[in-house]
Structures are given as structure tokens and as C-alpha cells.
């Protein structure tokens, strides 16, 4: 296995573990960051590989927060935000190899 795709394997353990999270999250809670995390997925919809999801989720300035951060309820926390973005690259991922010509 090359570097690169431990890499790979990595951040999607990163996301993939913030989804086991927020599936935890109690109803009312996922309700509250719905509005973010439909921006965020709109945003990430052009991304048609791992790889440039991988690059817009560590692109300097972080633009995903940027994007999600203006349609969270006020008060979450910054760990809370982050299982949030996380959770829609999980969503985008699983998106993407549903939609691969091999699923």
C-alpha cells in the first residue's frame, strides 16, 4: 500500500469516526445542524473523487468551515462543528462509491 493511500485511509478513518459520533446524536440535536450540513453536502457535491475531497478537507483557509460555520445554531462548540463537517465528507464519500460503475 503507498503512502498516499494510507493517507487516504487515514482521513477517511477521521470521518468515518465523526459519523459513528454524530449517528449518536439525539434527534433534536442533528436537527439543529441539518441547515449546515445540506450547505456543506451542496458544497462538497462537485467533488467527484476521494482525492479532491481529501484536498477540499485539508485546503488552507478552511473553506468547508467556512461554508458550514454561518448555518450552525449558535453555541456549538468548535469539537461539536467539527463532527458536523466530518459527517458530511463521511456522507459525500458513501455518495460517491454508491455511485462508482463497480457498487
Known amino acids: 500500500m503507498s ?5 487516504l485511509r487515514a482521513v477517511r478513518g477521521v470521518w468515518e469516526h465523526s459519523h459513528k459520533d454524530y449517528v ?12 449546515a450540513v445540506q450547505a456543506l453536502l451542496e458544497w462538497l457535491a462537485d467533488a467527484g473523487s476521494e482525492g479532491e475531497l481529501t484536498a477540499r ?3 488552507l483557509g478552511d473553506p468547508p468551515g467556512e461554508v458550514l460555520r454561518p448555518h450552525l445554531p449558535a453555541g456549538i462548540g468548535p469539537e461539536a462543528a467539527l463532527t458536523v463537517q466530518e459527517e458530511c465528507f463521511w456522507r459525500r464519500i458513501t455518495e ?3 455511485d462508482a460503475p463497480d457498487a
Not at 3 to 7: A, C, E, S
Not at 25 to 33: E, K, L, S, T
Open 96 to 98: 460517491l462509491e454508491a
Open 3 to 7: 503512502r498516499n493511500d494510507r493517507f
Open 24 to 35: 449518536q446524536w439525539c434527534d433534536a440535536q442533528r436537527a439543529a445542524v441539518e441547515p
Open 57 to 59: 478537507y485539508w485546503e
